[in-house]
Structures are given as structure tokens and as C-alpha cells.
């Protein structure tokens, strides 16, 4: 039987988003420190696991508003920017130092709106990121809040996550959060609410539930988890949403009685991440490659410098660019880890030539295998 323990089990690759409400106490505004040594207790052990997690954590700004004394109410931008960046460091800490006494390396990374919707930076972004997972480390993502205005902001760490797990082709996505899930409706003001544990489709009426529902302690209701849910699941990544205050909370979720709701994808991440780069408007140029190419690539292999024998076009590292055989026909689509210009000077040589052609140590693949559809013959 599928039950959110299984779920969440089953994850390889596994965001997990935690809101400041559930982080930060009230009071003192400060770490609720057992609720998160329990909290690293369940990352350490679903890392034990071998799973590759990577949290997204709010804080920020709720800490810097103690750090630096801010009075109550609503914060002028300039101050909000202020406490993350007092805050932020603070986070920061206690997540390195709770994580390295259980043999963890947290990596912090902080996230603009642009290194996601970007292409070339959410390259960046996504390469970093993984090479962080693939060294064993846990990468800590937050806004870069002292930099981000509100125009330039995701705002809620919610979209942020989703945005998150898209770009690092997670398989699973946990929102804790101070709601344990979807209701009907409002469960704080209607007696008849009922819970809804699983969503395989967002519908105008799972819209509509989700309208009333919002936490008032943080900025992401539940209007902006089904945002995030929208934009996991169509990146082939599951997502729950699960009450992240009792202490253990992940605990609880694995081993029962926790419950969560799961909304659940179509397709899977990598083959999401595919058809998005097949479905890509017009090529920004071409790669034209030799024989041996042509067989590393039907073989699933990534397209090397090597086997490029001429390129066309103006495009930029990070477009989508077709790939052709020597006579003329189209035989893949990726998005190309060089520029044209540098690409040209790497094209028919070795990867190990790159750093001496063009002057920095780039990638060893023109287009890596991740980032490349081929056609189906
Ligand atoms: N990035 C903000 C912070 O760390 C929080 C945004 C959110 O809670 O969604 O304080």
C-alpha cells in the first residue's frame, strides 16, 4: 500500500522546505532549539539512507528582526533586507553546527528570482547544486533576501522550493509548514471540513479549498502551495505538505502516525525536464557531429566537444541548440554548456584541451546527457 511513509521513503533526491513559523519561536524569536535537533536528527536520517537532501529553510528575516531589535509590525523593505541579512548568517550557523555533529556538510546557497527563471543562471545554479549533492554535502537554499526587492523577489519560500527541486530534477518535495495538509475547506471555521490526502490533479475546485486556508504567521498560504505544487508536479517531483511543528516531525511522518497531503506527477523528473527541452521554440543554432557521435548519443551518452565537427549560429550558453549528423539531419536538441564562440574553438578536441583553448575549466560535455533529447528514429 502507498502511504506517505512509503512516499517519502521512496524519495532519492529530496527537498525539504522549512517555514520560518515552525523554526522560529514566537517568544524570544529564536531557533526552537530541541524541535530542531530533532529536525536534523530526521535529515541526518534520511540522509543515512543514501538520499540526496537538499533544504530550503525561511528564518531570515524573523531572526534578524531579534538579532537586531526591529519593533513589531510590518517592516519597511530596507529593514526586512536588513534583518535577512543579520539573520541569514545566524541560520546559517545553526544549521552548519547542528548538521556537522552528525557528520553533515551544510552548504548555504542563496537564490534570486533571476537564477531560476534565467536560463544561463539557472544553469549555474543547477550545476552547483548538484555537484554539492554528488560531494555528499546538504545544500541550505534561502532567498537572497538583502539583495532582492519586491519586484525581483519569489517572496515565499514555497515557490522558491518547487522552483528549487525543479532545477535539481528532485523526485520529491516536502513543505513543512504550520497546516498539516488540503481541507475541503477552512478546517479553523467549518466543523465539516475533511482532509484530502492525496491530489493527482489541480482542479478549479482543489483551487477554490485552498482559498481560505492561509497561515497567518508566514507569508506562504495555502495559495501559494498550490503554486508550488503546480510547479513540482509538472517538473515530474511529488509534493506533500505536512504540520512541521511537532517536534520530530519528519519522524512522525516515516514511521506514523504523521500524515501529509501528496499531490502526485504525471511523469518523472527527468523525463519532465525532457520534453521541456523538445518542446523549447526554435533552436538558438546547431551542433553538426561526427559518426562516433552519432553512436554515443543513440547509446545515451552526452555529446563531447570531440565529436563536433561545425557549429552555426549565435546562441549563448544555456540555449537550446540542434544537434545534426554530417548529412544535414536532425538528430537531438539540448541545451549547450558553451557559447558559440567558445564552442567553435573547443569543437574536435579532447575535454582535457578545454581550459587551454578557451581560458577557464568548463564543462567536460558540450551537452550533457541530462540536458539532451534525442529523436526517436
Ligand atoms: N526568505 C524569507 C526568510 O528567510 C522567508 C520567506 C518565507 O517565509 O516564505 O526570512
Given at each position: 500500500m502507498t502511504t506517505p511513509a512509503s512516499r517519502l521513503a521512496e524519495a532519492r533526491r529530496l527537498v525539504v522546505k522549512i517555514g520560518s513559523s515552525i523554526l522560529v519561536d514566537e517568544g524570544p524569536g529564536e531557533v526552537r532549539r530541541t524541535w530542531f535537533e530533532a529536525l536534523c536528527d530526521d535529515i541526518a536520517r534520511l540522509a543515512s539512507g543514501g538520499r540526496e537532501i537538499v533544504l530550503v529553510s525561511s528564518g531570515a528575516i524573523r531572526l534578524g528582526r531579534t538579532l537586531l531589535r526591529l519593533p513589531g509590525g510590518a517592516l519597511r523593505l530596507e529593514e526586512s533586507q536588513a534583518a535577512a541579512a543579520a539573520g541569514q548568517i545566524r541560520l546559517a550557523h545553526a544549521y552548519q553546527e547542528s548538521l556537522a555533529r552528525r557528520g553533515l556538510t551544510a552548504a548555504q546557497v542563496l537564490l534570486t528570482l533571476d537564477d531560476s527563471e534565467e536560463r544561463r543562471r539557472y544553469l549555474n545554479a543547477r550545476q552547483t547544486m548538484t555537484t554539492l549533492l554528488t560531494l555528499g554535502a546538504i545544500p541550505v537554499i534561502n532567498e537572497n533576501d538583502t539583495v532582492a526587492t519586491d519586484e525581483i523577489r519569489f517572496g515565499d519560500n514555497d515557490r522558491l522550493a518547487a522552483r528549487v527541486a525543479e532545477m535539481v530534477s528532485a523526485d520529491t518535495l516536502l513543505l513543512l509548514s504550520d497546516i498539516d495538509g488540503l481541507y475541503t475547506a477552512d478546517p479553523r471555521s467549518d466543523a465539516a471540513a475533511s482532509f484530502i490526502p492525496e491530489v493527482r490533479t489541480i482542479t478549479p475546485e482543489i483551487e477554490a479549498m485552498a482559498g481560505g486556508a492561509a497561515s497567518e504567521l508566514s507569508n506562504g498560504g495555502m495559495a501559494t502551495k498550490l503554486t508550488a505544487a503546480r510547479i513540482a508536479t509538472g517538473a515530474g517531483c511529488r509534493m506533500a505538505i505536512a504540520d512541521g511543528r511537532p517536534v520530530g516531525a519528519i519522524a512522525a511522518l516515516l514511521d506514523g502516525p504523521g500524515r501529509a497531503t501528496w499531490f502526485l506527477p504525471e511523469s518523472t523528473p527527468l523525463s519532465a525536464r525532457k520534453k521541456w527541452i523538445a518542446g523549447s521554440l526554435k533552436p538558438a543554432g546547431s551542433l553538426t557531429v561526427d559518426d562516433g557521435a552519432v553512436r554515443a548519443l543513440a547509446a545515451g551518452k552526452s555529446l563531447l566537444p570531440?565529436?563536433?565537427?561545425a557549429v552555426e549560429g549565435g546562441f549563448r550558453r544555456g540555449d537550446v541548440v540542434e544537434v545534426r549528423d554530417s548529412a544535414g539531419r536532425a538528430l537531438a536538441r539540448g541545451l549547450v554548456a558553451y557559447a558559440a564562440d567558445d564552442a567553435r574553438r573547443i569543437?574536435?578536441?579532447?575535454?582535457?584541451e578545454i581550459e587551454s583553448l578557451v581560458g577557464y575549466r568548463g564543462r567536460d560535455e558540450m551537452i550533457h546527457r541530462d540536458d539532451l533529447v534525442v529523436d526517436q528514429a
Open positions: 570531440a565529436g563536433v565537427r569543437a574536435g578536441h579532447k575535454s582535457a
